[in-house]
């Protein structure tokens, strides 16, 4: 089974580190600004349900890029909004992201992510307000990682897998 999955937030908060750490298993301190968008391939097993092969979106965070998102999310089954948990604007941002991706691709499952879990000492948004988020804009789940530390790193995307299967048996 394929299944896209497409990776929003603000300009710097992650988005590329965690997509590569996750389907390449690298990190880089210095990665150049996404422009338009990045794709990358990753196969995992879900225990008891399919093989799944997830093409991840990875968007571009820039204001400019924003007229393009529509295009970038045809046939998204899941999603990740990402913020950075040292930078409160990006938080504040994730409600902007979510109704972006339920005007354009309706309600598919979306998990909130903090990262920069490994900057505790510069942390502006509480743990728990980001469950509060979730919960407040009812998102499938809520996890905070590092891309650098690899902390929780497979986590949002195997929830957002997890999440999309259900859905998609339940519509069966």
Do not use: H
């Given at each position: 089974?394929?299944?896209?999955?497409?990776?929003?937030?603000?300009?710097?908060?992650?988005?590329?580190?965690?997509?590569?750490?996750?389907?390449?298993g690298?990190?880089?301190?210095?990665y150049?600004?996404?422009?338009?968008?990045?794709?990358?391939?990753?196969?995992?097993?879900?225990?008891?349900?399919?093989?799944?092969?997830?093409?991840?979106?990875?968007?571009?965070?820039?204001?400019?890029?924003?007229?393009?998102?529509?295009?970038?999310?045809?046939?998204?089954?899941?999603?990740?909004?990402?913020?950075?948990?040292?930078?409160?604007?990006?938080?504040?941002?994730?409600?902007?992201?979510?109704?972006?991706?339920?005007?354009?691709?309706?309600?598919?499952?979306?998990?909130?992510?903090?990262?920069?879990?490994?900057?505790?000492?510069?942390?502006?948004?509480?743990?728990?307000?980001?469950?509060?988020?979730?919960?407040?804009?009812?998102?499938?789940?809520?996890?905070?990682?590092?891309?650098?530390?690899?902390?929780?790193?497979?986590?949002?995307?195997r929830?957002?897998?997890?999440?999309?299967?259900?859905?998609?048996?339940?519509?069966?």
């Amino acid at each position: 089974m394929n299944l896209k999955l497409i990776v929003v937030g603000d300009f710097a908060v992650g988005k590329t580190s965690l997509c590569k750490r996750f389907a390449l298993g690298s990190f880089k301190e210095d990665y150049k600004p996404t422009i338009g968008v990045d794709i990358y391939s990753s196969r995992i097993e879900i225990p008891n349900k399919a093989k799944v092969v997830l093409n991840i979106w990875d968007t571009a965070g820039q204001e400019r890029f924003r007229k393009l998102y529509p295009k970038y999310y045809k046939g998204a089954k899941a999603a990740l909004v990402v913020y950075d948990i040292t930078s409160r604007p990006t938080f504040e941002s994730v409600l902007r992201w979510v109704k972006n991706i339920r005007e354009n691709v309706g309600d598919i499952p979306i998990v909130l992510v903090g990262n920069k879990a490994d900057l505790e000492p510069y942390r502006r948004v509480k743990k728990e307000e980001g469950e509060d988020m979730a919960r407040k804009l009812n998102l499938g789940s809520f996890i905070e990682t590092s891309a650098k530390s690899g902390i929780n790193v497979d986590k949002p995307f195997r929830m957002a897998v997890n999440l999309a299967i259900s859905r998609i048996l339940e519509i069966l």
